[in-house]
């Protein structure tokens, strides 16, 4: 399932070359040269600011610029910044990151963090003091299209405070860090981007950076690509029937030279295989189109890790993948439906009134949809605008049964048991897929689809309670 972008504009990276540590040598070049390159081939477009031993306050003035002036997200990276390419990919490449900064473990250093529920909640530097952190910033902040009239207020109020020297403390090399902090203090939820098995850090003379470099030729990155290329928040059947083995088809994929929309090609040639199958109506039949059907949906996931994997991302492709996963279910319920039928007359809704359970799914399956795009759109909507209702004392007004249900939502996800339990109710597309190929094979379709609706519509309310719940 590939990404779908915020915009097609490409992002912008501001890099502060206000320190000295940018110009140390690094594979006869420097690390503020080694840090652009890098950034040209993710890609994204460079801009470099400030100089060494430059002024903080200017440096902050052109970023509000910059953000004032932008519509793509825009990223402030510190130019003494030692990482490898994927570690910074993996917070400026994926389109739907928005906004967020690259947090590593926490230890020494100038910029600490506390992080929580994977967002980054306070940030400390050598102005603000931060109590409790638990892990540090290393240097990378992107700030999303939505959120750029917030860095721009936040960087032209910094800029004033530095011009007028009331931030203590602050050095000239810290503008990122400031940043983040100001985002954070703001209200802006900052996403916190882990850095796994790999490396970026800050430098400060020429042994460190020795010593950052020997650590990055320590960790094989395109391994760590590869996983980073799946996702680690799908559902069940996803993640255990399907992610365990499918980083080798993206790699096969990626060799062949395969795109992400000419997988969703092949995945939509094996669902209407599945179906003429499954329109036979014999037991064989329908075994072999649950095997196309488990296939189409495992390519349906390589089409997104294949994006994530290859960084080619497309308004098209996604939405191809959006529209192409209705196209196959519902050609599906069809051939389920013509199969079981089998020439019997039946009346005008076949046996057992088989039509009518297959468009009573197709149906239930629009109303679901239509629930969460409806309320993906009032969420951005409500982001936009600042629509939430907020006390005399600056605090948010919230139904008390709602905050019970969210609270209670979230102690779910603390459990491993309970968290799954929570992704598998809802029905993702993978339960779906794995629903019908199971009772498809193995029963008929009138199981296929009395299931569906079953499911589906504990589903739907499940999601209808909790849409309602956050509302409030």
């Known amino acids: 399932m590939q990404v779908q972008p915020d915009t097609v504009t490409q992002t912008v990276a501001v890099v502060l070359a206000n320190t000295p540590a940018a110009r140390l040598v690094c594979d006869g070049g420097t690390v503020l040269g080694r840090l652009t390159e890098q ?18 306050a200017e440096d902050l003035r052109e970023i509000a610029v910059v953000a004032r002036a932008g519509s793509a997200p825009l990223a402030i990276i510190s130019g003494d910044v030692v990482a490898h390419t994927q570690a910074i990919a993996g917070l400026l490449a994926y389109p739907g990151r928005g906004t967020g900064a690259l947090v590593g473990p926490d230890g020494p250093g100038p910029s600490p963090v506390r992080a929580e529920d994977d967002r980054v909640v306070a940030a400390g530097n050598s102005f603000h003091q931060l109590v409790g952190a638990n892990a540090t910033f290393r240097g990378v902040l992107q700030v999303g299209a939505a959120d750029l009239r917030a860095l721009a207020s936040v960087a032209a109020e ?36 882990p850095l796994g098995r790999l490396h970026a850090e800050r430098v400060a003379g020429q042994e460190a950076a020795d010593a950052a470099f020997g650590r990055l030729g320590a960790v094989d990155e395109e391994r760590a690509r590869l996983d980073a290329a799946v ?9 255990y029937a399907v992610s365990t083995w499918s980083r080798h088809v993206v790699k096969a994929a990626a060799w062949l030279r395969l795109t992400p929309n000419g997988v969703t090609g092949i995945s939509v040639g094996l669902a209407l295989m599945a ?3 499954f329109s036979s109506g014999t037991r064989a039949a329908q075994l072999a189109g649950a095997v ?11 089409d997104g890790q294949l994006a994530r994997y290859t960084r080619q991302f497309s308004p098209m492709g996604a939405w191809l993948d959006a529209t192409f996963d209705r196209v196959k279910e519902y050609v599906v319920y069809v051939g389920l439906a013509i199969g079981y039928s089998g020439g019997a007359v039946g009346g005008l809704t076949g046996p057992d009134g088989i039509w009518a359970l297959a468009v009573a799914a197709m149906l239930l399956q ?13 969420v951005a909507d409500a982001a936009k605008v600042g629509s939430a209702y907020r006390t005399p004392s600056g605090t948010v007004a919230v139904a008390a049964d709602g905050v019970g249900l969210v609270r209670l939502a979230g102690r779910f996800e603390k459990g491993a048991v309970t968290r799954w339990a929570k992704r598998i109710v809802v029905l993702p597309i993978g339960e779906r897929m794995a629903l019908i190929a199971i009772t498809a094979a193995f029963f008929n379709a009138h ?23 956050r509302s409030l």
Request: one cysteine or more.
């Open 292 to 302: 196309a059907l488990y296939l189409s949906f495992v390519l349906d996931c390589v």
């Open 231 to 239: 996702k680690q928040d799908d559902g069940f059947f996803a993640t």
């Open 158 to 193: 910094l800029s004033d405070l530095a011009r007028d020297d009331l931030l203590g403390g602050a050095r000239d090399d810290e503008a990122a860090d400031l940043l983040l902090a100001g985002l954070v203090r703001s209200g802006v939820r900052v996403a916190a981007v």
């Open 366 to 378: 629009a109303v679901r949809h239509m629930i969460d795009f409806s309320y993906a759109g009032a």
């Open 447 to 469: 199981v296929t689809f009395v299931a569906l609706l079953v499911w589906g519509g504990i589903a739907a309310l499940y999601t209808l309670t909790g849409r309602i719940a």
């Open 275 to 277: 179906a003429i199958w």
């Open 39 to 56: 950034l040209t081939s993710i890609p994204v477009a460079v801009r470099v600011v400030g100089r060494a031993g430059g002024d903080l």
